[in-house]
């Protein structure tokens, strides 16, 4: 086992960089090469970091733990080392108000029925709360008292939303599925059972005023419960409120105006379920009452971005930034909805090697690289905290950047690019980003990758604005072009391991790892030596009509 590191943000805070900078080669700028191949990622740094940072001495690195907080240690040690320059508003790192919201014993949950019979429901095993809601962290409703209808799959169209028609259902519990129609083939299902589309079914149910809305997951959906409940049962927020402590115990349900939802496993035989389902999944009253209070402590705490500059080698140009960005959060310690017996020993950490873990050390990898190469503009490297959480430290750090944010030219982010060995490389914003913002940039990323010994395939499939999966607005980089910075997300997408324990070190494919990051190295090598910012014309044009 690898030994657990000591180092603390606080040392990190107080302690001035005192490496000396690797020898600079300034020939690859002179000559006027593009780039110069012996520049290479090394996959055997690459392995070795890896094992470090998806370390079980990490604990899965969940925001809010002490755990992410030595993550973040690492991190600014190894830039420190490299010789970069601080950048955050502590020397290495950017704190951050967050708080955890803890569900106390007093939390209640339980189905009622006329004739006072009473089972109460198990916080996590059963239902998971989910506390906040939507892109603004809208708070849900703590209380509901209500009677339940079960919708099925919800209004989904037309002829569901007529089959509802007949119910009074504002200010009622309503109960749906979430998952794929028995009469839907299997190679269509995996839609149906989506995030994205889970989404869509809470919105419109939310739509129809509800007290509270149960969603409940069946057939290949039920993972998806898996994977979110730890986060559910351990939510953080941005603290809006950092002096205000006690604010959140102040706050009415009358002032939220968001229902309670609750998320679950459908099971047969459950009392949140008609007693005929699966087979009958039609809407109906259940004949019960839900009767949930969700008490909620507030307990603040300081988040971490790690914040480094490369300081570019042109004095007309070093004002501006290149900038690379991964998040190096992870989901931590997932208790096992199934016992494996007394003497097995249970996995329980989420070490997120792949998830998280992949693209924070090809962005170690990169910086030494760019230190030695030093291209004209600075290079600006933000490892972001809280992006399992609801993406919080890319929110907090675009609004409250320690460079100015319009001096950013072009933001590279990474994340998942050591899960396959196929040589393809998801390439997500030349076309799904607004206004074709990334349209430039994503050319000279093709125009690099075309012209290496052994170009990477490109995946394409989600960079598309009419996405159904909104892929471009899932990760962190979304929010930077929300601040017009033109963006690319590198991923070889998530696999079978998302958010599981299994997503380990030792699985990782680190030839890939090293490709992608080699091209993530070469194509900024280029952005970052540019006159010019690699803004699309559309861009300036919508810019200038104050259209944007």
């Not at 925001?63 to 508003?89: C, K, M, S």
């Not at 959060?329 to 208790?335: P, T």
Request: hydrophobic share 40%; glycine share 6%.
């Amino acid at each position: 086992m690898i030994r657990r590191l000591v180092l603390s943000i606080p040392l990190i805070a107080v302690a001035a960089c005192s490496h000396a900078r690797p020898p600079q080669t300034a020939s690859v700028v002179q000559q006027g090469k593009p780039f110069d191949p012996g520049y290479a990622i090394s996959t055997a740094e690459l392995r070795r970091d890896l094992f470090i940072f998806a370390n079980d001495s990490f604990r899965g690195r969940e925001t809010g733990t002490a755990d992410a907080q030595r993550a973040a240690a690492f991190l600014a040690h190894r830039v420190q080392l490299i010789g970069l320059e601080p950048a955050g508003d502590s020397l290495y790192v950017q704190r951050i108000p967050m708080a955890r919201q803890i569900l106390t014993r007093a939390t209640r949950l339980a189905i009622t029925t006329p004739n006072a019979w009473e089972q109460s429901l198990r916080l996590g095993t059963d239902l998971a709360p989910m506390l906040t809601y939507g892109e603004e962290q809208a708070e849900t409703k703590r209380n509901a008292e209500a009677e339940m209808i079960f919708v099925g799959y919800g209004p989904a169209d037309d002829a569901e939303s007529e089959a509802l028609a007949r119910f009074d259902l504002e200010g009622k519990v309503l109960v749906a599925i979430h998952g794929a129609p028995r009469t839907v083939k299997k190679d269509q299902a995996w839609r149906l059972e989506s995030q994205r589309v889970l989404s869509e079914r809470l919105k419109r149910l939310i739509a129809l005023r509800p007290a509270a809305v149960v969603l409940l997951m069946t057939g290949g959906a039920e993972p998806l419960y898996d994977q979110m409940a730890p986060g559910l049962l351990r939510t953080v927020v941005l603290d809006k409120q950092p002096n205000d402590r006690a604010a959140d115990d102040t706050v009415s349900d009358s002032t939220r105006t968001l229902p309670m939802i609750l998320l679950g496993v459908a099971r047969r035989g459950s009392p949140l379920v008609p007693p005929g389902w699966p087979n009958d999944v039609t809407p109906q009253s259940l004949g019960r009452q839900l009767n949930a209070h969700l008490d909620v402590e507030r307990r603040p705490f300081t988040g971490y971005n790690v914040v480094a500059v490369l300081r570019g080698s042109d004095p007309q140009l070093n004002k501006t930034f290149l900038a690379y960005g991964a998040h190096y959060d992870h989901v931590g310690i997932i208790a096992p909805r199934h016992s494996a017996g007394r003497r097995a020993k249970v996995d329980t950490i989420a070490n997120g090697a792949n998830d998280g873990g992949s693209g924070s050390i090809a962005l170690l990898a990169i910086a030494k690289q760019m230190s030695y190469l030093r291209p004209r503009r600075s290079v600006l490297f933000v490892w972001h905290v809280g992006a399992e959480k609801g993406l919080l430290g890319s929110s907090y750090f675009t609004a409250h950047p320690t460079v100015p944010i319009d001096s950013i030219v072009t933001e590279f982010s990474v994340d998942a690019i050591g899960g396959n060995a196929d040589n393809t490389l998801s390439l997500v914003g030349p076309r799904a980003a607004p206004n074709y913002l990334s349209w430039r940039v994503g050319i000279i990323v093709d125009s690099v990758n075309f012209a290496a010994s052994t170009p990477l395939k490109i995946e394409r499939r989600w960079d598309d604005p009419d996405d159904p999966d909104r892929a471009f607005e899932l990760g962190d980089h979304y929010k930077y072009a929300k601040r017009a910075i033109p963006t690319l997300f590198f991923s070889t997408r998530h696999d079978a391991d998302y958010h599981t324990v299994s997503d380990e070190p030792r699985k990782i494919e680190y030839n890939q790892m090293a490709r992608v990051a080699e091209l993530m190295l070469e194509s900024g090598f280029v952005v970052a030596n540019r006159s010019s910012r690699p803004t699309s014309e559309v861009l300036l044009q919508s810019i200038s009509s104050r259209q944007y």
